[in-house]
T-cell receptor
Framework: GAGVSQSPRYKVTKRGQDVALRCDPISGHVSLYWYRQALGQGPEFLTYFNYEAQQDKSGLPNDRFSAERPEGSISTLTIQRTEQRDSAMYRC?????????????FGPGTRLTVL | QKEVEQNSGPLSVPEGAIASLNCTYSDRGSQSFFWYRQYSGKSPELIMSIYSNGDKEDGRFTAQLNKASQYVSLLIRDSQPSDSATYLCAVHNFNKFYFGSGTKLNVKP
C-alpha cells in the first residue's frame, strides 16, 4: 500500500516568502507528526495531530510556523516570512492509533532551502 | 541537557561481530522507547520498540531497557555491511517523541 507522501520533495524559496509543505499520511492513520531534521541531527518534534485536533504545538519554533489538518487526513505546515535559518529537511510521520505505542511511519521529507 | 543523548560515533565493527549502541534519556517519566535506522539520504525506519525493563529480541536485534539508569541499548548480532547506517534512539513523553542525534555504524566486510 501507499506510504506517507510529502510534497514538494524539494523547495527553494527566497527569504521573506511564505511556503506550504504538504503531508499525506497513510490512509486511516489517526496520528500525524511534523518534525524538522538538520543535517547530522535526529528529527526535532514540531507538532502533533490526533485526527484534526492539534494536540501539541510546543515544538513550533515561533509564530511564523503553523500547521493544520482540517479533515483529519492531509496536513499542511506553513512557514511565513521564511528566513535562512528555516532551511532544513521537514519530515512528516503518521501512526495508526493513539500514541505512544504505535509505530510511526515517516514520509520522504521536504528539503527546504531558503536563499 | 538534551532529552536523549547518543554517542555520534562512528562505531566501526567487522562483519559478523556484535554492534552495541547506547542511549541515555533525561526524563524519568518517559514511557516508550524506540530505535530507528536511517540510511544516508533516507527517512528513519523503526527497528525496535521497548516499553518495559529488560531485553526484547527480534531476529538479530536486541533492545535493552533499564529505567532506573535511564538507559536504552541496541545490540546487533552478526553485523552485516547492510547494517551500516545511523541509528536513532527515540523516547516518547507527553505526546512528543524526542530523538537523539544518532550513532553512525560502519560494518566493515
Amino acid at each position: 500500500g501507499a506510504g506517507v507522501s510529502q510534497s514538494p520533495r524539494y523547495k527553494v524559496t527566497k527569504r521573506g516568502q511564505d511556503v506550504a509543505l504538504r503531508c499525506d499520511p497513510i490512509s486511516g492513520h489517526v496520528s500525524l507528526y511534523w518534525y524538522r531534521q538538520a543535517l547530522g541531527q535526529g528529527p526535532e518534534f514540531l507538532t502533533y495531530f490526533n485526527y484534526e485536533a492539534q494536540q501539541d504545538k510546543s515544538g513550533l519554533p515561533n509564530d511564523r510556523f503553523s500547521a493544520e489538518r482540517p479533515e483529519g487526513s492531509i496536513s499542511t505546515l506553513t512557514i511565513q516570512r521564511t528566513e535562512q535559518r528555516d532551511s532544513a529537511m521537514y519530515r512528516c510521520a503518521s501512526s495508526p492509533g493513539q500514541a505512544p505505542l504505535d509505530t510511526q511511519y515517516f514520509g520522504p521529507g521536504t528539503r527546504l532551502t531558503v536563499l | 541537557q538534551k532529552e536523549v543523548e547518543q554517542n555520534s560515533g562512528p562505531l566501526s565493527v567487522p562483519e559478523g561481530a556484535i554492534a552495541s549502541l547506547n542511549c541515555t534519556y533525561s526524563d524519568r517519566g518517559s514511557q516508550s522507547f524506540f530505535w530507528y535506522r536511517q540510511y544516508s539520504g533516507k527517512s528513519p525506519e523503526l527497528i525496535m520498540s521497548i516499553y518495559s525493563n529488560g531485553d526484547k529480541e527480534d531476529g538479530r536485534f536486541t533492545a535493552q531497557l533499564n529505567k532506573a539508569s535511564q538507559y536504552v541499548s541496541l545490540l546487533i548480532r552478526d553485523s552485516q555491511p547492510s547494517d551500516s547506517a545511523t541509528y536513532l534512539c527515540a523516547v516518547h513523553n507527553f505526546n512528543k517523541f524526542y530523538f537523539g542525534s544518532g550513532t553512525k555504524l560502519n560494518v566493515k566486510p
